[in-house]
């Protein structure tokens, strides 16, 4: 520990960095040593968090910060259990605490005793049993992006268009069932992996959809989701190196978040991905996406997010709307229709269809999905509808469509981007 006192902003910036670079291990490798209980060791964490926010500015930034925080964590959750340690579970948690305390192991201290290998297995058993696939999907991510990305419960109320005691109730919930059920904390054996670890890709990329395309709110993206969606995509990437799924995933939200900047003009107004300034792209991401895509296609073991990155990498090498590859795209999505078939998929193969000049084609493609009642309320397939019925010149129908659409947008400048676009296509709504 330094001698005297840091300036205030020196400690406040040192527990922010902190918070973003440990918050994951911390919360991991405590929960291992508390028998798998994500709520204490979430709380204990949050606690340590707080009192280095009132010591750090006094006694100084210690020189191993994750250690010192790890370090009260766990006489939190000492003082925790004490009080409750009638329970079996809770005895030989203490126990185990309470050795590592005499011991003086400080597993994310950052010293030459650290043993990274047990630090991911602890970060991998806690993205796992956040995405269990007992608990409800809602449940899985709300959990993953309070537990594992580290959000506060008004990030993740806000991405469910709910309110904070809802969304702290929901995970609260999440957390005793899986005490209450006996949800192991651990990585699925060899023979379960294939099946959990598409659930927790899933999860990945629903976090990073939100941040796309907000829900609702004013803006068109919300960067913090996507960010935090990436940065999970590449401790999952770091953990699992050898899994082609692993790499396409970051490979698709690469490519993908390349674009952001040039989604929106100087007034924040959305931009069709037709009239980008492909100048705007990031280069190095996509470069990046691209060489993790190769890797993963050498596996030879496809799967969906492969595809899916394989339609970004298009949509990233083409130097324009015109010069895109959109019957190979449309093919893609074809492809992916049939090892993951989805509405989603459907509405992009039509548009894809329709773009690479077979737009009655594209128009008969979404025939099905359009007199399906479940998908009535699927704002994007409104959105395709009206789209491709204006490129194929039924102003009036197309009309119709971009109403229903806008009506079905909660999101203030995606509702704009498609007044606009019905404008720019001559269609009076």
């Not at 902003?9 to 922010?16: F, M, T």
Request: aromatic content about 4%.
């Amino acid at each position: 520990m330094p001698p005297g006192p840091e300036p205030a902003g020196v400690a406040h910036r040192a527990v922010e960095r902190a918070y973003r670079d440990d918050w994951t291990a911390l919360v991991a490798t405590l929960a291992g040593q508390v028998g798998g209980d994500i709520g204490l060791a979430e709380e204990s964490v949050a606690e340590a968090f707080a009192a280095a926010a009132t010591a750090w500015p006094h006694a100084g930034v210690p020189d191993r910060p994750g250690g010192w925080l790890l370090t009260v964590a766990r006489r939190r959750a000492i003082d925790a259990l004490r009080r409750n340690e009638t329970q079996i579970r809770n005895q030989a948690a203490l126990e185990h605490l309470e050795r590592q305390l005499r011991e003086g192991d400080t597993t994310i201290d950052g010293s030459t005793a650290v043993d990274h290998r047990t630090i991911g297995d602890d970060r991998l058993r806690l993205v796992f049993t956040c995405c269990h696939p007992a608990l409800a999907l809602e449940s899985r991510i709300a959990l993953t992006m309070r537990t594992v990305a580290g959000l506060g419960i008004a990030e993740v109320a806000r991405s469910f268009l709910v309110t904070e005691a809802t969304m702290y109730q929901r995970v609260v919930r999440a957390k005793r069932k899986i005490i209450a059920a006996g949800i192991p904390y651990r990585v699925p054996s060899t023979e379960e992996l294939p099946e959990r670890l598409g659930a927790v890709l899933h999860v990945v990329h629903l976090i990073y959809t939100e941040g796309h395309v907000a829900t609702a709110g004013d803006e068109l993206v919300r960067a913090d989701l996507c960010l935090e969606a990436i940065r999970l995509s590449r401790l999952l990437a770091t953990l699992l190196p050898d899994e082609p799924e692993v790499l396409a995933l970051l490979a698709l939200l690469l490519l993908t978040d390349a674009r952001r900047a040039a989604r929106t003009d100087a007034e924040g107004r959305p931009v069709s991905l037709e009239h980008h300034d492909r100048a705007r792209w990031d280069r190095d991401a996509i470069t990046e996406g691209t060489a993790l895509l190769e890797h993963a296609l050498r596996r030879s073991v496809p799967g969906p997010f492969q595809i899916q990155a394989a339609v970004a990498a298009l949509h990233a090498e083409a130097p324009t709307w015109d010069a895109t590859d959109w019957p190979q795209i449309a093919a893609l999505y074809g492809e992916l229709d049939r090892v993951a078939p989805s509405p989603v998929v459907r509405v992009n193969r039509a548009a894809a269809v329709a773009v690479a000049d077979e737009k009655h084609v594209g128009l008969r493609l979404l025939g099905p999905l359009l007199g399906d009642g479940r998908l009535d309320r699927y704002q994007p397939l409104h959105a395709t509808h009206a789209e491709l019925l204006a490129r194929a010149g039924d102003l009036s129908a197309a009309a119709a469509a971009y109403r229903r659409a806008i009506e079905l947008t909660a999101n203030g400048a995606e509702r704009g981007a498609l007044e606009q676009r019905a404008r720019e296509r001559g269609v009076e709504l």
